[in-house]
């Protein structure tokens, strides 16, 4: 039986009854697919953390439609208006202090709350459809790939999931950037996205701090401390290990060139393929770009690695992108995807 349903009028009339009465679907955005619930039933928000497996700690991200349901859940301010004229619809999650009808379960305790309004066309209708705030933290099981593809989430948790909306593959392909509004010194990026501290600072006239140090594998209790409490050391990570490696040339050599368990995936299609001597050196060889274009390496990056996940190799190596805006957030995905961000 399938569960991935098109977004055609009567699905959509199906998700958004799905939702109304309670229940989990997975939607697509334009970062990645998110596992929603309507936020404001505690039950409901519940099964999203018990599917993914998701420590309690780690607080949920509300998607809304338009800024009457923003300003119903958070108390708003004037860098948030400002910003969600600029860049809403789009990839930019706030966080600001919660209105009391929010769940303590969603903010995971916080007296703050991540707000989104995302610019999918499918997840836009069906935010109209069914009139209700979304939690959607991403479709996938806790510390695992984040989905990006109908068919990610399928078969990562598609036992436990009756409907899966295809919204086709995400165009942005990499988690929303999550901006603190709350500090009155500044805001803060605590997850950098595809819209840049440099462009919020454009719209504000101010200075944009960054706070997006990693944080301990499974954190203990919650710590009033914790900047962004979901950032944790190991994180976006397929099964297969992964190790980054600053430049290609360093990781195509020695033994990695004739051990056929070894997948490697280049930033871009190099000139020269490697001198791989295996028989499998075809099939071990990826990137994530033809041409060097960023966007497409972003939208490419955890598909790929679903991929090459499934393949059964023992070790995956991977380069670096440039360093500079989108590849910057690519970088900061992949250190913690292979457990060595800086805490
Ligand atoms: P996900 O939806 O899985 O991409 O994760 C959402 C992330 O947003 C969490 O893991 C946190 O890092 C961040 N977040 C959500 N709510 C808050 C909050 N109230 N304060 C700080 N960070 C938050
Ligand atoms: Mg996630």
Not at 59 to 80: E, Q, R
Not at 325 to 335: K, P
Request: glycine fraction near 8%.
């Amino acid at each position: 039986m399938t569960k991935i349903y098109g977004p055609g009028a009567e699905d959509l009339d199906r998700a958004a009854r799905i939702l109304a009465e309670g229940g989990i679907i997975a939607v697509p955005t334009e970062t990645v697919y998110g596992l929603a619930a309507h936020a404001l039933d505690e039950a409901a928000c519940g099964r999203i953390f018990e599917i993914k497996g998701r420590p309690l700690i780690d607080p949920l991200i509300i998607h809304i439609h338009d800024l009457i349901g923003a300003k119903s859940l958070a108390a708003w301010n004037d860098w948030a208006e400002l910003l969600a004229h600029a860049f809403w619809p789009g990839p930019l999650t706030f966080v600001l202090p919660k209105q009391s009808i929010v769940p303590a379960l969603v903010t995971a305790g916080l007296e703050t709350v991540a707000i989104r309004m995302p610019r999918h066309p499918v997840m836009r209708k069906l935010l109209i459809k069914c009139n209700l705030p979304l939690a959607a933290p991403s479709a996938n099981p806790f510390g695992y790939l984040s989905p990006t593809r109908p068919e990610h989430v399928l078969e990562a948790l598609g036992e436990n999931l009756e409907f899966i909306l295809d919204g086709g593959p995400c165009e942005i392909g990499l988690e929303s950037t999550v901006l603190d509004l709350c500090d009155p010194l500044g805001p803060a990026i605590l997850r950098p996205g595809a819209i840049s501290g440099w462009q919020i600072s454009e719209v504000l006239g101010i200075e944009i701090l960054v706070k997006t140090q990693s944080m301990p594998e499974i954190p203990a209790p919650v710590s009033k401390g914790m900047p962004s409490p979901g950032l944790m050391h190991r994180h976006y990570s397929p099964r297969t290990p992964l190790a980054i490696r600053p430049h290609l040339h360093e990781f195509c050599r020695d033994e990695a060139l004739t051990n056929e368990k070894i997948a490697f995936i280049a930033f871009q299609k190099p000139t020269e393929r490697p001198d791989f001597t295996d028989s499998a050196a075809k099939i071990r060889f990826f990137w994530l770009t033809e041409d060097g274009d960023v966007e497409e390496a972003a939208r490419n990056l955890y598909d790929l690695l679903h991929k090459v996940d499934r393949m059964n190799f023992n070790q995956i190596f991977i380069e670096l992108a440039p360093e500079s805006g989108l590849g910057a957030v690519i970088n900061e995905r992949l250190l913690r995807a292979s457990g060595s961000a800086n805490d």
